[in-house]
């Protein structure tokens, strides 16, 4: 039961959350690099601020697993605000140039559904 009442109660408050998200993202055409966010520290903390949001919108139980995570907690945050606003991740291999050197990363498309 308190599952739904969060959910009503702060339907405008989730709503935010993903605009906040998308604007700190500014993912182009629904897709984006994981290299280019993992080098940029600036958007990390700030998508990793959005915790404490979570954290007072929805159920422990739902971003518990986000708390215990070692390593790219921000992504986690990320992926946890899009899926609770209907959106999917779809991935692909990617290769990316930085510096002549070569990198192999995941380009995701969120979508959605």
């Known amino acids: 039961m308190q599952s739904n009442n969060k959910i009503i109660l ?3 408050e989730r709503e935010q ?3 906040t998200l998308q604007n700190i993202v500014d993912i182009k055409n629904d897709n984006f690099i994981f290299y ?3 080098h940029d520290e600036d958007k990390k ?6 915790l404490e ?6 159920r422990y139980d739902n971003y518990q697993s986000i708390l215990t995570a070692k390593k790219n907690k921000w992504f986690l945050v990320m992926k946890f605000i899009y899926r609770k606003n209907g959106y999917s991740f779809y ?3 990617y290769e990316v140039t930085k510096n002549d050197k070569k ?6 498309a969120v979508i959605k559904e």
């Open 10 to 12: 702060y339907k405008k």
């Open 17 to 19: 959350l993903l605009v």
């Open 36 to 38: 280019d966010l993992e």
């Open 45 to 50: 903390d700030k998508i990793l601020a959005l």
């Open 53 to 58: 949001d979570i954290k007072k919108f929805y």
């Open 91 to 93: 991935t692909k291999k």
């Open 103 to 108: 990198f192999k990363t995941i380009r995701y």
